[in-house]
């Protein structure tokens, strides 16, 4: 069992930063790759980045020169830094994983990121 909690969202001006976390817990034997998703209202799910247990990063286009994926901490942590936010960057951001072996997939609640003057 794998669970996902994402903390760090909250209100931030554009231009602003914002870092958030996913903790991640339990059998993580068949997991390699943990993502972050978003979703904004009315638009579909986008993946944002991505991390391997190795600490290799992948970044969609929209966001690879503003945010930095990362891993480290206690247990598992990814984290998410988010520099030069823009309003259409708000959205929920969902923490997201998948087993390989039982070819199941994980995600936590969400954390609202809403970025406006």
């Known amino acids: 069992q794998v669970q996902l909690v994402e903390s760090g969202g909250g209100l931030v001006p554009p231009g602003g930063s914002l870092k958030l976390s996913c903790s991640v817990t339990g059998n993580q034997y068949s997991i390699n790759v943990v993502d972050w998703y978003r979703q904004a209202p009315g638009k579909e799910r986008e993946l944002v980045a991505g991390i391997t247990k190795g600490g290799n990063p992948t970044y969609s286009d929209s966001v690879k020169d503003r945010f930095i994926i990362s891993r480290g901490g206690p247990g598992t942590t990814v984290y998410l830094q988010m520099d030069g936010l823009r309003p259409e960057d708000t959205a929920i951001y969902y923490c997201?994983?998948?087993?390989?072996?039982?070819?199941?997939?994980?995600w936590g609640l969400g954390a609202q990121v809403t970025v406006s003057s």
């Open positions: 997201h994983s998948r087993d390989l072996y039982r070819r199941l997939d994980y």
